[in-house]
């Protein structure tokens, strides 16, 4: 069914700290328009709410897409009130960017509540202004005793499990929205590009699953709009828009954002596409996913946008987002006994290493778009992963890996963990030298969760190459299950102010801790 849900306006603004942005009382446009401005009259709209991206102790970047052309006008209290607001003058919005815009923020004060508002004004009449749209964030703290608390996941609209009005659509960010954290951390397939909506889907009980469903996702992306109207899908639902004004991301990429398993150069062998070239929708892909998030995107040593960057959360945290799509090697069996090039590319690499060693944070999060030790295979003989399901020593894109695990222990570069989503299920493992046939590493811990709104699938197979114990695992047993059967799963970290200690707990839907573990802070391995 396609529809344009409407919400009635509030008579106030609440939520668990600060304003809550107005934006979710806004009516949605319909459903795919992609707002001409020769077709509209009136004042501008900002229907998809607002959204705050890599969040620091000083500054901050604040998103908003509108209906027609507009400047983007922010501004910013240290109350709800807007009683001595700082303004900051955005960007020209317009067709180039999707009506989309980001307004960067500097000079923010750290740990404290900002609370934020962004007008949409007619760029031929300033005067003419849209409705505000309220949203709100804490900056970063510049102590160590303020303590940061995040929650991470990935997955959401995959394998034909979309919006559902019957069940509340993306309920689960409802839920983690109400435990307030510092920010959320996002760790790839924002979208299905490759994934179809279909209006229903019948379950394995008989019971049927409806979807909210749009022009953009009755077939897979190809074209920019087509991407970009993937996007904007996830924003048609109430939860997340919610969300978005409250909570601040980071967010990163995999393989879904542009088709299952792509990798630099591929030509396609798939009947569903016209464009066969994975680089060309890759790329179209990158620029719908610049308008749509609020992301820092610093230069390659090429001059163009990349991914992978730091996100410096206060002297307690330090968060490395990886890309491990953009510049890996083919899918293979991964059985080369020399591979520069790896998952991450040989560029990334020396950033990775430089950035870690000269981090001072306590902890250091090294957030990956994929798990280092499960097997993930790419059809009968490929992987799709960093592990291949040889238990020897280091092959393939494993010889990238054991030369970071080696350069952090030699380096004693203390309080590194691995967070990732991706596989569909919730796991912790933790990886341990005398277990393992490479041994030149500290021991550390990779923690899994999602999907957020997507199938969950069977547990992958570990390879013993660095030593995985998989400590805790909570997977379904068969594949595609449906979130309407099963509850959706994310992990929260809470870093203590006074100790430093690190608490690591996986949660599903619904409140439950399914899995908690305390790290101590100084150590080069756990």
Known sequence: MSYAPR???????SVLRGSLAASAALALPAVGAAAPAFALSGRPRAAWGVQVGDVTSSSALVWVRSDRPARMIVETSATESFRRARTWHGPLVGSGTDFTGTTPLYGLPP??????????????????????????????PARRRDGVRFLWSGDIAGQGWGINPDIGGYAVYDEMRRLDPDFFLCSGDN?????????????????VWRNVTTEEKAKVAETLAEYRGNFRYNLLDHNLREFNAQVPSIVQWDDHEVRNNWYPGQILDDARYTEKNVDVLAARSMRAFSEYFPASTPHSAS?????????????LLDVFVLDMRSFRNANSPGRQPD???????????????????????????????????????????????????D?????????????????????????????????????????????????????????????LAAGQFQANALDATFGPDRVFVRAPDRANVSPME????????????????????????????LFSKVLQPGRVGQ
Request: aromatic share 10%; hydrophobic share 35%.
């Open 7 to 13: 919400f009635p306006s509030p008579a106030r603004r």
């Open 111 to 140: 740990g404290e509540q900002v609370h934020y508002r962004v007008t949409l004004a007619d760029p031929h009449d300033p005067r003419r202004t849209g409705e505000p749209v309220y949203g709100t964030f804490r900056t970063a």
């Open 191 to 207: 979208i299905y590009a490759d994934g179809v909506i279909e209006p229903s889907v019948t379950l394995p009980d008989g019971r």
């Open 303 to 315: 001059g163009e946008g990349r991914m992978h960057r730091v996100v410096r959360h206060g002297p």
């Open 339 to 389: 591979d520069t090039t790896g998952i991450l590319g040989a560029e990334q690499l020396r950033w990775l290493k430089h950035e870690l060693s000269r981090s001072r944070a306590v902890w250091k999060v090294i957030a990956a778009d994929m798990p280092l030790g499960l097997v993930v295979p790419d059809g009968a003989t490929d992987f799709e992963a960093v592990a291949q399901g």
């Open 391 to 451: 238990p020897g020593a280091p092959l393939g894109r494993e010889l990238q890996i054991a030369e970071l695990l080696r350069y952090i222990k030699h380096r004693r570069i203390t309080g590194t963990l691995w967070l990732t989503a991706d596989v569909h299920y919730t796991s912790a493992q933790h990886y341990e030298p005398e277990r393992a046939v490479f041994k030149d590493f500290a021991p550390f811990w990779e923690f899994v969760s999602g999907p």
């Open 486 to 513: 099963s509850p959706q799963y994310f992990g929260e970290v809470d870093i203590d102010g006074d100790s430093g200690e690190l608490t690591v707990r996986l949660r599903a839907q619904g409140g439950s801790v």
